[in-house]
């Protein structure tokens, strides 16, 4: 994004020149050669925004460094405008939101471009256990440029991972609840944040879990993706727990890119529970982004335990939410919609089986035959539990280790730190022999986004791992 800015600066592109770009690389490469099928739908204003935009900063200047952006986000996302909002269903095609999320909201003020929605694994893959990442009733297969025949693109907000790393955009937006944004992103070579809950509105995200969801930024960059995240996060009214951004957030994340500053930093490594289902190439990645942090000056502590974190690799309590928020969600449909209710939803999918259960709906199923009240004793006690060992894992491994961060491979820990509320970024880490790309995760306390993004801005920067698709 900084070359772009630059070129802004210079008068040696515009908006508008920036938008046709794109366009045309989706195209070609998106709905056309390898056939990637990373994006569902194009904005049809967005060439009108970017003249406008290009207008308003000759004579009135730039809003922000987002000013004439193209940014795609995931089709789960409320856009009040000309595209739809579907969550890859085909029984909400036809739904258009009336009102944009608070994060697009967001986004529109700070001068970016919605380019478009992108593909996604329907309803964020809380429809079937035996669903493959990337793919939807409405959109089909996302594919990896990596390895478009047998590579996983990984997790729902797959769209928007292959959409950035094959460059159809300039950054965009996924959303996570138990891996959504850092899987992809690790397995696509490029930058995720998944934000400490309460740093990003919630509200217009198509919901799983009420204690979980949120959105974040996904960039070819930390740089990219720092910026992007100051302008999401905020206070929402509607959404009560971001007043936490007002003491704890920031609007220009680029100010904590400083890659000269690790010496001393503390970084664990929890060897034991998430290395031991890893490949020997795999321990190999972080064997050697260990060893590198290590020479810009961290100190890296090895074997570091934290507890718990094998008993929380479940969905089982996102399911009795799913229930809850998605007939919440659905029952403010417009009349003309086919689904008001889960069991409408089941039962329509059900009318059109050839189209819409090619894997089956099994966590329907599963939500459905919950109350929907949130009142069962286990859900109430698991959930507690969940909650309380989680966050009780990562902040007794960090003071008794006295650490400053914990080093993930890939989305290891993503169960584990989506149950607690708390922050990670991934950053690119190496290239396998069969074409997959692996990440490096880093993950500490609530609202350290600022010490994360310096350790992942330094890794990067003095790693250059990021190696783009031949398409």
């Known amino acids: 994004m900084l070359g772009i800015l630059n070129a802004f600066s210079k008068k040696l592109i515009q908006s508008e020149d920036l938008v046709y770009e794109y366009l045309n690389r989706i195209a070609r490469y998106d709905h056309g050669g390898p056939m990637l099928n990373s994006i569902l739908e194009l904005n049809p204003d967005a060439i009108h925004t970017a ?46 939101s009336k009102r944009d999320a608070f994060l697009i909201h967001k986004l529109r003020n700070a001068g970016a471009i919605i380019l478009g929605k992108t593909n996604m694994t329907e309803w964020a893959n809380y429809m079937s256990d035996q669903m493959p990442a990337g793919y939807s009733s409405r959109g089909g297969q996302v594919l990896n440029p990596y390895g ?14 292959v959409a950035v790393t094959s460059n159809f955009c300039c950054a965009a937006i996924g959303t996570e609840t138990t891996g959504s944004v850092i899987d992809p992103s690790s397995r696509l070579g490029i930058v995720g944040i998944k934000p400490t809950i309460g740093l990003v509105s919630r509200r217009g995200i198509i919901p799983v879990s009420h ?56 970084i664990g490594i929890p060897r034991e529970y998430f290395f031991d289902d ?25 074997n570091v335990v934290v507890s718990h974190a094998k008993e929380l690799n479940s969905k089982t309590i996102e399911i009795y939410e799913f ?17 008001h209710s889960l069991s409408e939803l089941i039962s329509y999918n059900k009318t059109r089986a050839d189209k819409m259960l090619k894997y089956g709906q099994i966590y329907f199923e599963m939500a459905e035959q919950t109350t929907g009240t949130l009142t069962e004793e286990k ?90 698709p031949d398409l």
């Open 51 to 96: 003249k406008a935009l290009d207008y308003e900063r000759i004579h009135k200047g730039t809003r922000s460094k987002l000013h004439g952006i193209p940014i795609l986000v995931k089709d789960n996302i409320e856009t009040a405008d000309k595209m739809h909002t579907s969550a890859g269903s085909l029984a909400l095609k036809d739904w258009y």
């Open 323 to 339: 229930k809850t928020n998605i007939n919440y969600f659905l029952s403010n449909l417009d009349s003309h919609l086919p689904v």
């Open 379 to 468: 859900y109430i006690s698991r959930r507690l539990n969940e909650l309380t060992l989680s966050k009780e894992g990562i902040d007794s491994a960090m003071a008794e280790y006295n650490l400053d961060a914990l080093l993930f491979p890939s989305d290891k820990a993503t169960p584990m730190v989506n149950k607690a509320g708390y922050p990670l970024i991934t950053v690119p880490a190496g290239t396998l022999k069969d074409g997959r790309r692996m990440g490096i995760t880093f993950n500490a306390e609530a609202f350290s986004e600022p010490k994360l993004m310096k350790l992942a801005y330094t890794y990067e920067q003095h790693t250059k791992n990021r190696v783009p």
């Open 148 to 161: 478009t025949d047998y590579l996983s693109t990984g997790c729902s907000s797959s769209g928007s991972g």
């Open 278 to 302: 890893l490949s020997d190439e795999e321990i190999a990645v972080i064997e050697n982004a260990a060893g590198i942090m290590k020479q810009l000056g961290a100190v890296m502590v090895d």
């Open 211 to 266: 204690l979980q969801d949120t959105a974040g930024p996904m960039a070819r960059t930390v740089e990219d993706a720092a910026i992007i995240l100051g302008a999401i996060a905020g206070y929402d009214e509607e959404d009560p727990i971001t007043i936490l951004s007002q003491k704890n957030g920031y609007s220009d994340y680029t100010r904590f890119l400083d890659q000269s500053g690790i010496e001393g930093y503390r």
